[in-house]
């Protein structure tokens, strides 16, 4: 069964379903995964922003005034930055791209060449049979020319309630940005989770404040978000493709946003010229190829234990 479509504005969507999930994908916007709807369940664990409709935006757009929350991937960078000789706009090239598309059985392919950094990008989505999960397979080439540094990063926006808990085999951990974090003495490298007398996974209750987290050290490639109804979100992955973690978190602190963003990602810091110097950052050469796949899952933790 091919999936269904419809057209939020100027943007068509592809919903794939099957009996636990109902999954939204917006082409248009970078292949942008707007809703991951658990229908046992009867829970969206993405975060969206009520504020913001669905739109498209033009390259160069300051992405935090315009964040609509889902699930974005920033390539090839994060801040606004010249790599290679190259000025890249604010969170990368694809979340203003518009990708083309292709649907099948139950599952969409969206792909494109990035115009400024020739990096031809592909995802394949589908969903698992007899499960509440979602396979994304990629394939990332160079087709710049030339060596190629960039970074990769998922960016899974999720819904949250005090008392929820980060869940990541990451041993250390160290703030990204003091301005973005409510923690404010604890700068240097910590082990994960505890900083200043608290445990940094603990999600707390609306009070004002982000926290903005590397975390590395992952021996394994799972990054998780749990409440205590047992609602579980995972992302499982290869963690030689994405060695790092971020964790973006607001609790009211950016935006009035209530929201915690999981972020595995190629490279550490968030500059890619810095990660670069640091042998932290991803790198293609000509022609060369990146291939690797990546599951979520959006269910109970019982049955992800049992998988």
């Known amino acids: 069964m ?51 409709e669905l739109k498209r935006h033009g390259p160069g757009t300051e992405y935090d005034p315009n964040f609509l929350g889902g699930i974005d991937e920033l390539i090839p960078n994060d801040i606004p930055e010249i790599i290679d000789g190259i000025a890249y706009p604010d969170h990368g090239e694809l979340w203003t791209t518009s990708l083309h598309h292709e649907t099948g059985d139950n599952k969409i392919k969206v792909y494109g060449t990035l115009k400024l950094s020739g990096l031809y990008y592909s995802k394949t989505i589908s969903l698992v049979e007899n499960s509440p999960a979602v396979h994304l397979q990629y394939h990332i080439k160079n087709n710049s020319g030339k060596p190629i540094n960039f970074m990769w990063k998922l960016h899974a926006a999720l819904n949250i309630m005090a008392e929820d808990k980060i869940v990541t085999p990451a041993k250390k951990a160290k703030v990204a940005d003091p301005e973005y974090s409510r923690f404010k003495k604890q700068l240097k490298e910590f082990a994960w989770p505890h900083i200043e007398n608290t445990d940094a996974s603990v999600i707390p209750a609306k009070n004002g404040s982000m926290d903005f987290m590397y975390l590395y050290d992952v021996p394994t490639g799972e990054m998780q978000l749990e409440n205590k109804a047992g609602h579980f979100f995972s992302y499982k992955y290869d963690p ?5 973690q971020w964790l ?4 009211g602190g950016f935006f009035d946003h209530y929201v915690a963003i999981l972020e595995p990602c190629t ?29 979520i899952f959006a269910g109970e933790k019982k049955n992800y234990i049992d998988k």
């Open 240 to 244: 030689s493709i994405f060695p790092y």
């Open 267 to 295: 490279n550490m810091p968030i500059s890619v010229n810095e990660a670069q110097s640091l042998k932290q950052s991803a790198f293609l050469e000509r022609g060369a190829s990146l291939e690797t796949s990546v599951t």
């Open 2 to 52: 091919k999936p269904a479509a419809q057209h939020i504005n100027d943007a068509e969507v592809f919903i794939l379903e099957n009996d636990n999930l109902e999954v939204s994908v917006v082409p248009a916007i970078g292949g942008k995964i707007l809703s991951i709807y658990n229908k046992q369940l009867k829970h969206e664990f993405l975060w969206t922003n009520e504020n913001l």
């Open 248 to 251: 973006f978190a607001s609790y």
